[in-house]
């Protein structure tokens, strides 16, 4: 498969018009969601002397607001796609419509390039959409589309319509990502690592990123101070998959300097930490550095789960960061427990139990429905239950993969699960 890496940087006094697509799905929740990549690669490339624009229609279709500088976008009512035709709820358009974006696409000055990114596999719908419409606007414009779809899917990525698709890791100098680009951003993002020094069956972590690398912790509190000069931001989401690997010589470091070079600011990890790590002074540093959404990962304390998520957490590990996280000031309130449904093997027995064991200690369970991601240990077993997700990304999607694919329960079973989780505490 091709690699545009050198393509990419060796353009100068270009205008490449970067786009981040709309999201087509049941649901779509602003968990602090940017499109990191792309905005790093076009801070890469202005700096090699280029003329960058962004238009991300998630952000420019922001309605109402929520907590932590987040909105959530404007949607419209989309009829399913056939493979989604058993599934009785109802499908979205989210950001910006057809004539809004045309609309932006035309008030850009025509670009040399146009970059699209792209996040989950099955958002792919909002991919072909937006490539259709650049088309249409720019039809001699060659479209580069890169992200997590293309990298996971690269031969289904072939029908988006894209003339170039990016399918191999590009490694960048992540310097600080394009927060410029946006009228007045209401929170900042960082990556302070890539990849994860651990391997689990369901995550595409290490495929996306062979190694695990910290990031220069100097470069990262100078991407943060600049963005705080861009607008009024009170808020920084984390976007690490293992911030806490490497506590010692990266992350305390890391607080220290936050405290001491920025103005006080709530952190956010929407993605779960690695619990054996939280020992009572990490607590004390997550809690005096200002983080204020945390979100911890169990994922299951059954052998299956356990296995299959590199036995990260168990019940003694999580108890003990719980109780340190306590003792260093978080409330239960803001202990969001990630717990896995519908890994296969998982029984409902066994989430029940994982669910019980959560709210014996008190904390928020947050269940995350298992997404197939290809090329993982899982999506090979899962592919045995359905061969369909091999040619469809649409089967990849966590909400009806274990009701609608997998069938490894009803839809009644996943409701009597999910208010389980969230009713009794
Ligand atoms: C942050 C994150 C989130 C955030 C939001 C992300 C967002 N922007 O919307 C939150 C916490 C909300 C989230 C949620 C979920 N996530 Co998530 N998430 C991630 C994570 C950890 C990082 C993504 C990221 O920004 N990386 C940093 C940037 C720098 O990397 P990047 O975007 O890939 O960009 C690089 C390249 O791709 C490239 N690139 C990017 N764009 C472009 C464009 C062009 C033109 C080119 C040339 C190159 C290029 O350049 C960059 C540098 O190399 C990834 C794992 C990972 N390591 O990637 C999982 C991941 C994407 N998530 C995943 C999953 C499973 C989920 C959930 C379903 C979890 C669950 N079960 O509930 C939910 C679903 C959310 C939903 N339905 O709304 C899966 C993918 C699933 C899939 N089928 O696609 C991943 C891969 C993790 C995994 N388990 O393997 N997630
Ligand atoms: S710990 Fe998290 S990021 Fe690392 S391999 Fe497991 S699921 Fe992926």
């Not at 050198?6 to 969601?33: E, M, Q, S, T, Y």
């Not at 009829?79 to 910006?96: I, Q, S, T």
């Not at 007045?184 to 651990?198: A, F, K, Q, R």
């Amino acid at each position: 498969m091709p690699d545009y890496a050198d393509f990419l940087f060796k353009l100068r006094n270009k205008k490449i018009l970067g786009v981040n697509p709309p999201v087509r799905d049941f649901a779509f929740f602003d968990l602090w969601a940017k499109p990191l990549g792309l905005l790093y690669l076009l801070d890469e490339l202005r700096t090699l002397g280029n003329h960058v624009e962004l238009i991300d229609c998630i952000f420019e279709a922001k309605d109402k607001p929520k907590r932590f500088g987040r909105y959530i976008p404007r949607k419209t009512l989309i009829p399913k796609p056939d493979v989604y035709k058993a599934v009785p709820r109802k499908y979205y358009h989210f950001g910006l419509n057809e004539d809004e974006f045309a609309k932006r696409l035309k008030e850009t000055e025509k670009p040399d390039l146009v970059l699209v990114t792209s996040v989950m596999t099955y958002w792919y719908p909002g991919v072909i959409w937006a490539i259709k419409l650049i088309k249409k606007i720019f039809p001699h414009t060659p479209v580069l589309l890169g992200g997590i779809y293309p990298r996971l899917c690269s031969t289904h990525a072939k029908l988006s319509g894209a003339d170039m698709i990016q399918t191999q890791p590009l490694f960048l100098k992540f310097e600080k990502p394009a927060m410029d680009l946006y009228t007045n951003p209401h929170y900042g993002v960082t990556l302070t690592s890539i990849g994860c020094p651990l391997r689990c069956n369901y995550c595409a972590s290490s495929i996306l990123w062979p190694e695990h690398r910290k990031r220069n912790i100097q470069k990262i509190i100078k991407e943060i101070q600049w963005q705080l000069s861009l607008g009024n931001i009170e808020d920084v989401a984390f976007y690490d998959d293992a911030l806490l690997v490497g506590k010692k010589e990266h992350f305390y470091p890391l607080c220290d300097n936050l405290i001491s070079d920025l103005p006080p600011l709530r952190y956010h990890t929407p993605n779960g930490l690695h619990v054996k790590l939280i020992d009572k002074t990490c607590a004390r540093y997550l809690k005096k550095t200002g983080f204020k959404t945390i979100r911890l990962s169990l994922e299951g304390i059954d052998e299956n789960t356990l296995r299959a998520s590199s036995y990260k957490a168990d019940e003694v590990s999580f108890a003990q960061a719980v109780e340190n996280l306590l003792e260093a000031g978080f409330t239960r309130e803001e202990l969001e427990t990630y717990i896995l449904i519908g890994v296969p093997g998982q029984t409902l027995g066994d989430i029940e139990k994982t669910i019980a064991f959560a709210h014996s200690l008190g904390v928020k369970v947050k269940t995350a429905q298992f997404s197939p991601i290809p090329g993982t240990p899982l999506f090979e077993k899962a592919s045995d239950m359905e061969p369909q997700i091999r040619k469809e990304p649409l089967l990849h999607n966590n909400t009806v993969f274990c009701t609608y694919v997998s069938k490894l329960m009803t839809p009644e079973e996943l409701q009597y699960i999910k208010n389980l989780a969230h009713n009794s505490i």
